[in-house]
């Protein structure tokens, strides 16, 4: 594959400067607080610059949840790759997805209430969160880490509903280390999968 060329990789750069500074904005100050010239002013970028990458603010939460969902499949082509267990690998996605989000929790969970919203347009976002789980969980029924009579759709639902868990109801993140949530984490995966884990499996 070729390498992009400098001015391509300043274009990488720039929006990459941009949703970071929305990502800060949205979370301090709050998204509907937060206007488009704030987010060059903190980009530092122009105006124009902004709304030729991003048409709106909306358009910046569609890119920071696109941006998420790259780097998770990013994390499963390379680092993950290297682990034979699949459920193993579900585990380590669905806690990138959480701890990233531990990062930006208020705006994490305005996101995740958008994009349960068939009528937005970042329902798509979670469509592709779903299959990224939906096929992982798969690959751990074809392995025999997952009960293969349990439907797969089933599972999903039960992994999605953890990792909505640990938006909603987990509070005062701040107040402990990650290794606590971690665990915390850890501990409500198995459980939640329990009723698909085989038999000689469970915890």
Not at 32 to 44: G, L, Y
Not at 72 to 81: A, M, V, W
Request: net charge negative.
């Amino acid at each position: 594959m070729d390498k992009p060329s400098r001015r391509e990789l300043n274009k990488i750069q720039c929006r990459q400067r941009i949703l970071k500074a929305s990502r800060q904005l949205f979370s301090t100050k709050g998204y509907e607080e937060t206007t488009m010239d704030d987010v060059a002013e903190r980009a530092e970028v122009s105006k124009a610059t902004l709304y030729n990458y991003f048409p709106g603010k909306d358009s910046l939460l569609m890119g920071i949840a696109e941006a998420e969902l790259e780097q998770i499949c990013q994390l499963i082509e390379g680092e993950l790759s290297e682990i034979p267990s699949a459920l193993e690998r579900l585990r380590r996605v669905l806690l990138a997805f959480v701890l990233d989000s531990m990062c930006y929790i208020s705006l994490s969970r305005k996101i995740s209430y958008l994009n349960s919203c068939e009528d937005s347009d970042l329902f798509a976002t979670r469509l592709e969160m779903v299959q990224i789980l939906h096929h992982l969980i798969l690959q751990a029924q074809e392995q025999g880490e997952l009960r293969r009579d349990v439907s797969p759709a089933a599972i999903t639902d039960l992994v999605m509903g953890l990792y909505l868990t640990t938006q909603f109801q987990w509070v005062h993140l701040e107040q402990r280390p990650v290794p606590y949530w971690t665990e915390k984490f850890n501990s409500a995966f198995y459980q939640v999968l329990a009723c698909a884990l085989p038999e000689n499996s469970r915890l």
